[in-house]
C-alpha cells in the first residue's frame, strides 16, 4: 500500500523561502512520477511540479518556474518542493501524489496516491 507523508508546510511572508518534504513507502517507485499539487480555498487542485523517480527528468507549471525546485532523494524515498521568492497567491494547501506517469503526464493526469496535504500560508 503506497503511503505518502508530507510536512514543512507553514506560515511566511512574501518573499521567503520554503522547503516541503515528501516521504514515500509501500513499492518501489522506478517507473513511478512524484508531483506537488495545491488547493486553494474555493479553487480547484492544481498542478504545482512533477520529477521521473529514476531519471530526474522534471515538469513545472508556468505559475512556479523559475521560483520553485522539484527533487527527489532515491535513497530515503523522499521528493522536495523548495519554494522561493513566495507570494500571497501561493497560499494553499499542497498534496504530494504519485503514479505511474511520466513527470509531463502527471500535468494534466491526475495521480491515484495522494498524501494527506500540508498547509502553506504566504502574508503579504
Known amino acids: 500500500q503506497v503511503q505518502l507523508v508530507e510536512s514543512g508546510g507553514g506560515l511566511v511572508q512574501a518573499g521567503g523561502s520554503l522547503r516541503l518534504s515528501c516521504a514515500a513507502s509501500?513499492?518501489?517507485?522506478?517507473?513511478?512520477?512524484m508531483g506537488w499539487f495545491r488547493q486553494a480555498p474555493g479553487k480547484e487542485r492544481e498542478f504545482v511540479a512533477a520529477?521521473?523517480?529514476?531519471?530526474?527528468?522534471?515538469y513545472y507549471a508556468d505559475s512556479v518556474k523559475g521560483r520553485f525546485t522539484i527533487s527527489r532523494d532515491n535513497a530515503k524515498n523522499t521528493v522536495y518542493l523548495q519554494m522561493n521568492s513566495l507570494k500571497p497567491e501561493d497560499t494553499a494547501v499542497y498534496y504530494c501524489?504519485?503514479?505511474?506517469?511520466?513527470?509531463?503526464?502527471?500535468?494534466?493526469?491526475?495521480?491515484?496516491?495522494w498524501g494527506q496535504g500540508t498547509q502553506v500560508t504566504v502574508s503579504s
Open positions: 501524489a504519485v503514479d505511474r506517469l511520466s513527470a509531463q503526464a502527471m500535468g494534466g493526469i491526475l495521480p491515484r496516491y
Open positions: 509501500g513499492r518501489t517507485f522506478s517507473s513511478y512520477a
Open positions: 520529477i521521473n523517480w529514476s531519471y530526474g527528468s522534471t
